[in-house]
C-alpha cells in the first residue's frame, strides 16, 4: 500500500514500516493513511530528489 500520510510527503508503505514484521492490518488498508504507521529508523531514506547512479 502507497498511502500518505497527511503530515507528510513520505509514503506510508507497509514494506518501511518499523511494525511490519507483527503488523495485523499489513497491505490491508484502503483508501486511507494506515493509523498505525510509523517509519523503521534503521532503515535510511533517500534524500529527496536523488538519482540513482546509472548502470555501464
Same mark, same amino acid.
Given at each position: 500500500? $502507497? ?11 507497509? &514494506? ?7 503488523? $495485523? ?15 523503521? &529508523?534503521? &532503515? =535510511?531514506?533517500?534524500?529527496?530528489? *536523488? $538519482?540513482?547512479? *546509472? =548502470?555501464?
Amino acid at each position: 500500500m $502507497v498511502d500518505k500520510k497527511p503530515d507528510t510527503q513520505e509514503p506510508s508503505i507497509c &514494506l518501511i514500516c518499523a511494525w511490519r514484521e507483527n503488523c $495485523v492490518k499489513k497491505f490491508s488498508f484502503t483508501g486511507q493513511h494506515c493509523l498505525e504507521f510509523s517509519r523503521d &529508523l534503521t &532503515l =535510511k531514506a533517500k534524500p529527496v530528489g *536523488e $538519482v540513482p547512479p *546509472e =548502470k555501464k
